[in-house]
C-alpha cells in the first residue's frame, strides 16, 4: 500500500521541468469512529479519505495546491494549479524543497495488523464497555456526555525533486470518555482515556475510572480567594504547556522575530531541573514518527538542558536561511497544508519522586487537573500566560478542597524559571508532548 | 452535483435494510488562500474537495459514512457501509423517492472570488504590510492572509428533501508585533463576510493593518491585568464571544438531551437580567455566520432564545428534533462532507439597549474595559467559561485608563447573565470566528452593543 502512495508521489515529482522544484506529498487513512450512549451505539462513522499537496519551487518563488482525491485528471490539476500559484510568491533566496541529508530514519514499528484484523462488533463492545466502566465507577456518575471509540490506518508518502523518496504507515486507537457526576443540584465533568496502537492496548476500565474519578473529584467545588500560591500540574496539563513552549523555540519564530527565547541561545531559560527533548525516534510516543513531513529523517533535539537553551527545531527552508541544517522538524496539518516548523514529542527528563510526594512538601498550592482558554488567553510571542483552572487545593502537604472558576497567571519566561520539581511519573498522552507532574511557584491564583 | 435518478438509487440502498432515515451530504468545495509573512508572499494555495455522506438512522442509532468517489458504485459503497453500521436499529423496508428538485437557491455574491485575480489578491497583502510598516518603527514583524471559499452543498433524504445551496466566503486578517524595552506585543484585526470580494468594497486593508498595528503598539505600555472579581465593561461586538460561551452552548438541544447543560429543564424561566434578548439568526445576509439552508436542508432561520430575560427555547438539529416531535431550527451543521451534522450556532447576538456607551464608562467607578476579544471554552456542564481579552484598559474613577496585557476572563454562564446590568445604544458585530466542538469548526459569527457585567474574575497578575 505505501509502496503505491510513493509511486504517485514520484510520478507528480517526474512532471516537474527544468529549474522547477517539486514536492509531493501524498497520504490515505481509513477510521472507524463509535459513539455509545445509554447503552446503545449512538452513532458509527466508516470512512476513508485520501489527497495530494503539491508545493513548487520556482525562480525562489512558492506555490501550493492540493485535492483530496488521487485519479489521473486531479493529480495533473493539482500540480498545474500549483505551478500557476508559484508565479504569484515573492522571490526567496531559501526557498526549495527538502533533498536527502544522509541521516538515516529511524527502524520504527508502529503498524499493528491487530487493528486492522479487529472485527467491528469488537470495536462496538468496546465502546459499549467503556460507557459501562465509566458509568460503573462511582454511584455518583449518572451518565457519560460521550464514550468513544476511535481508530485510525494511516500511511504517508512524500517526494521531492531533490531526490527525497519516503514514506510511513501507522495504527492508532483509543477510547475517550466524558462523564458527568452530580451530587444534589451540582454537576461536574470529566475526561479519561486509553490510548494503543492496536485495540489489545486499550483499557476501557482504566479510561472508565479515571473520567469518572476526575468529576467526582470536583464536586463540591468553589471559586477560591485571590491569590499566589504553588502550583502542581498534573501530567495532563503539563503536555498542553509543553506544547506552547515548544511554538516559541521554533526557527520559524525565531528567524521572524516572534520567539521570546530568540536572542537567549546558551543562557538559562528554565529552572536547573528542567531538560527537554523533541524526539518523535521515541516509540512510545503517541506522535513517534521516522521521517519528518518532509520526509527528511527525524531526530533527538535536545532543546533544553539543565536549564539552559541549547536548540531550536528546523525544517528544510528556516534551516537554509539560518545557515543550520535541518533538524527534521518539519510538520503538516495533513496533505491540505504547506509543511512548517513544529514540535513532534516533546518529553521532559523525569525526576525522581510522585506527585503525592511533591504535594506532601507543598504547604500552600493548587493541584490542576484542568485547564481552558489555552488558544484565548496566552500569547506565545508576548509570553503571557493566563488559562482557567479547575483542581484541588494543597495544603499543608496535602490535597484537599476542589476549586472552580478561577485562573492562574504568570508568563511562560517565568513559568519555566519558576519550575521546583519535575515528577517521575512520565505518561506519553495522545498530543505531541509527554505528560509529567511539574510544580511551579509563585504563580498567580485569580478567583474571588 | 448528483443527478435526482442517481440520489434515489443511493437513498433506497441506504434504507435497504430498514432504516428510519437516510440522507445523502454533497459538498464540493474550492478554496483560495495567500499569505505574506516577513515582508514576503510565502505562499499561494489553491485547493479542490469534493465528496458525500450519507448518514442512515435506525432506532437509535446513526450510521455514517463518507465518500470522496462521487460516481454510482463509489455512492452505492458509501450507501452500504452507512447502512451496515446502523443496521442493529431495525428492521422493515422502505422505497424512497425524492421530490421534485427544488429550484438551487444561491446567496447574493456580486464578485465572485473566482473570478479574480491572483495577483490582486496578493497585492491586498502587500498593502496591508506596507500600511502596517508605515505605523511605526516599532512594528517589528507583519503577516496578512487572504482566503476565500466557495461550498457548493447538496442535501436529499428518505423524507423527499432535495435542495441545495452556494456558500462563498471571503475573509481578511492581519497581524502585526511590536517590539519595544518590555519585549514583543502582538495586534490583529480581521474582517470576512459570507459574501464575495465585495468584502473589500466594505473594508480597507489598509485601515486594518493601522488599527493592527496599533493595538500592537499600544499594549507595548501595557501594565500586567489585574486580578480578582471587578466589574468589567465590553466593548461594541466583543460582547458576542461572551454570550457565546456564556449561554449560547448551553442552549444547544444535543448537549441538553444529555444533560450536559446548565440550561437543561429550564425554558420558561428567567435565566438572565430582563434587558437581555438573545438570538440566533442564519438569516443575516454577509455576516460570517449566514447561510441559505443548514447542512440538513433546512433553511436558516432567525431564533429568539432569550426574550426580555426568560429561556424561550433551545436550537435544534434533525435529530433532536425527530425525538421532541418538533422541527429543527435550521441549526444542523457541519464541518465537511466527512463529519456528522450537530446542532451549532449561526450569528448570535443581543440587540441594542438604551444606554449611551459614555455614560456606562462613566457609572463604573473602577474595573476593566475590554475592546477586543480572542475567543473563549465553556464547560456547558458547569457554566464556568473563559473568554480573552486582547486588547483592553482599566477602568479608574469612570475614565478608560492605561492599557493592560492580555489574559482570559472565567466566569460562570447563569451567574453572569444575571449580573448584567447595563446595554448600550451602538449595536457592532464581532469578528469573524470558528467554532469548535467536538473536533469540528464552523464559521460563526456575533453581536453585542457595549454591556456591563457587574462582576467577572478578571485572570492576570497584579494585585
Known sequence: MSKSLLDIAERVVGWAGDGVDVEAFVARDHETEIRAYGGEVESLTVASSMGIGVRIVRDGRQGFAYAAALDDETLRETFDEALDNSRFGSVDEFAGVAEPDGVEPASLDLYRSELVD??????????????????????RVTGVESADYADTTYEAAVATSRGVAASARETGCYLVAYSLASDNDETQTGFGFSVGRHPGELSAEMAGADAADRATRLLGAAKAPTRRLTVVLDPYVTARLLGIVGATLSGDAVLKGRSLFADRMEEAVGASSLTLVDDATDPDAFTASAIDAEGLATRRVPLISDGVLQAFLYDTYTARRAGVS??????????????????????????????????????????????????????????DFSVGAEGLRIRDGETAEPIREVTIASTIQRLLMDVTEVGSDLEWLPMSAAGVTLAIADVTMSGS | MLEADLVNRTLAAAMRTGADFAEIFAEDRR???????????????????????????????????????????????????????????????????????????????????????????????????????????????????????????????????????????TLFSVSCVATGDTGMQ???????????????????????????????????????????????????GGGGVLFHEACGHGLEADLVAKSASVFAGRIGETVAAPMVTLIDDGTMAGEWGHYGIDDEGKPAARNVLIADGVLTDYMWDRLRARKEGRASSGNGRRQSYQHLPMVRMTNTYIDNGDAEPDDIVADTSHGVYVAQLGGGQVNTATGDFVFGMTEAYLIENGRITAPIREGNLIGNGPDVLTRIDALGNDFAMGSPGTCGKDGQGVPVGDGTPTLRVTALTVGGTAA
Open chain 1, 118 to 139: 479487529f472485527g467491528t462488533e469488537e470495536k462496538v463492545a468496546l465502546a459499549l464497555e467503556l460507557e459501562r466502566a465509566t458509568v460503573a465507577a462511582d454511584p
Open chain 1, 326 to 383: 535541518s533538524t527534521g522538524s518539519a510538520v503538516r496539518g495533513g496533505f491540505k497544508g504547506t509543511p512548517g516548523v513544529g514540535a513532534q514529542a516533546l518529553r521532559l527528563t523525569p525526576g525522581t519522586r510522585t506527585q503525592a510526594e511533591i504535594v506532601s512538601d507543598i504547604d500552600d498550592g493548587l493541584l490542576v487537573q484542568g485547564v481552558t482558554g489555552l488558544h484565548s488567553g496566552v500569547n506565545a510571542v508576548s509570553g
Open chain 2, 31 to 169: 478554496s483560495a488562500s495567500a499569505i505574506l509573512d516577513d515582508g514576503r508572499v510565502e505562499e499561494v494555495v489553491s485547493g479542490r474537495d469534493r465528496g458525500a455522506g450519507i448518514r442512515v438512522v435506525a432506532g437509535d442509532t446513526t450510521g455514517f459514512a463518507h465518500t470522496a468517489d462521487l460516481s454510482a458504485a463509489g455512492l452505492a459503497a458509501a450507501a452500504d457501509a452507512a447502512a451496515a453500521a446502523a443496521r442493529r436499529g431495525g428492521g422493515g423496508t422502505q422505497t424512497v423517492a425524492v421530490s421534485a428538485l427544488e429550484p438551487p437557491r444561491s446567496l447574493q455574491v456580486r464578485i465572485p472570488p473566482e473570478e479574480v485575480p491572483k495577483d490582486r489578491k496578493v497585492a491586498l497583502l502587500t498593502a496591508a504590510d506596507a500600511a502596517a510598516r508605515s505605523a511605526g518603527g516599532a512594528i517589528t514583524q507583519v503577516s496578512a492572509r487572504y482566503g476565500d471559499g466557495r461550498r457548493r452543498i447538496l442535501v436529499a433524504d428518505s423524507d423527499g428533501l432535495f435542495t441545495s445551496d452556494d456558500q462563498v466566503r
Open chain 2, 186 to 236: 502582538t495586534g490583529r484585526e480581521s474582517a470576512g463576510r459570507t459574501a464575495g470580494f465585495e468584502l473589500f468594497d466594505l473594508y480597507d486593508v489598509e485601515e486594518m493593518a493601522r488599527r493592527a498595528a496599533q493595538r500592537a503598539l499600544t499594549k507595548l505600555t501595557a501594565r500586567p491585568a489585574p486580578s480578582g472579581e471587578m466589574p468589567v465593561v465590553v466593548g461594541p
